[in-house]
């Protein structure tokens, strides 16, 4: 099993990126898919869901109206877009694939300064 995200880097305050993470090892479609975050300091956070089927999607306060989740199963991968990025957004991010297993990532760093 394996769950490989990209697309992290330095961007400054107000600007965009769009991570990806590129699943193998298991039945991608029949899990529910999250991007989590810790911070230097702080619990690992969730950020973003998409179920399933991807009718169901839920964000942190936090980020609402500036990040979506989405997912295309058939190249088993589940992207986050940022929007807005801010210096609070500063974070590893990790994805997160969930049934009956709990599969994690490596993480990504994302680091938002001018």
């Known amino acids: 099993v394996q769950l490989v995200e990209s697309g992290g880097g330095l961007v400054q305050p107000g600007g965009s990126l769009r991570l990806s993470c590129a699943a193998s090892?298991?039945?991608?479609?029949?899990?529910?898919m999250s991007w989590y975050r810790q911070a230097p300091g702080k619990e690992r956070e969730l950020v973003a869901y998409m179920s399933i089927g991807g009718g169901n999607t839920n964000y942190a306060d936090s980020v609402k109206g500036r990040f979506t989740i989405s997912r295309d199963n058939a190249k088993n991968t589940v992207y986050l877009q940022m929007n807005s990025l801010k210096s609070e957004d500063t974070a590893v991010y990790y994805c997160?694939?969930?049934?009956?297993?709990?599969?994690w990532g490596q993480g990504t760093q994302v680091t938002v300064s001018s």
């Open positions: 090892g298991f039945t991608f479609n029949s899990y529910a």
């Open positions: 997160n694939a969930r049934r009956v297993n709990n599969y």
